[in-house]
Structures are given as C-alpha cells and as structure tokens.
C-alpha cells in the first residue's frame, strides 16, 4: 500500500515536498517512481529509484528541481519540488514494482498511491 501526502497551493517559483509513505513491501526488492497526470492525458513519468541503491532517473522537464529520496526509518520516499512551474499542475502519484530495474512507463507499476493534487499559480 502507497500513502502520500503533501500536495497543494504553491506559486510559481515556489516549492513543495511530497511524501510517499509504503507497506506490505518486499523494500529489499523494489523500485519505486513517481509520475504526473495531467487533465486528459496518460500519466507522465517524473523520476524513479531503486528502494535499495542511489540510482535516480528524472524527466527531463524536472532534471534539476526535483529530487526523489528515501526516509528508510519511515519506510517513505520524497519527492522534493524546487522552482516550480504552471505547466507542473497535475495529480500527482507515487508507484512501486518489485524487482531493480528502472522502468519509466507507467504500465510496468502496479502498485499505485491515491494520487495528490499539485497545483502551481502563475
């Protein structure tokens, strides 16, 4: 199970932090992502990590202000958003697959969160 938390109101040029707190998984085995959706569209990929290694892909429409890490005692991953832009208005959600390779499709996650509304004003 996926929990996040920490979406909102921000303006442009603001930040937020998201909070993806999991259960039930196999930590040792597992890489977790985060992806956007914007109204109409299929779910955009944002970054992903392997829960175990220091490994990180990002979009390259976020590379550089917006970093994913580990909460290990908390069994949580973060998604720091630095610097962000209107066009970053979407929900947002956090996701989880087992094994270590660092798949940035949506369709290869079945695990999903609820998903947090971000909303960025101009």
């Known amino acids: 199970q996926l929990v996040e938390t920490g979406g909102g109101l921000v303006q442009a040029g603001g930040s937020l932090r998201l909070s993806c707190t999991a259960s039930g998984l196999d930590f040792g085995n597992t890489v977790m992502a985060w992806f956007r959706q914007f109204p109409g569209k299929e779910r955009e990929f944002v970054a992903v990590r392997s829960w175990t290694g220091d490994d990180t892909l990002y979009a390259e429409s976020v590379q550089g202000r917006f970093t994913s890490f580990r909460d290990i005692a908390k069994n949580t991953l973060n998604l720091q958003m630095n610097n962000l832009k209107p066009k970053g208005t979407a929900v947002y959600y956090c996701?989880?697959?087992?094994?270590?390779?660092?798949?940035?499709?949506?369709?290869?996650?079945?695990?999903w969160g609820q998903g947090t509304q971000v909303t960025v004003s101009s």
């Open positions: 996701s989880a697959r087992r094994g270590t390779s660092l798949f940035t499709s949506a369709s290869e996650y079945g695990v």
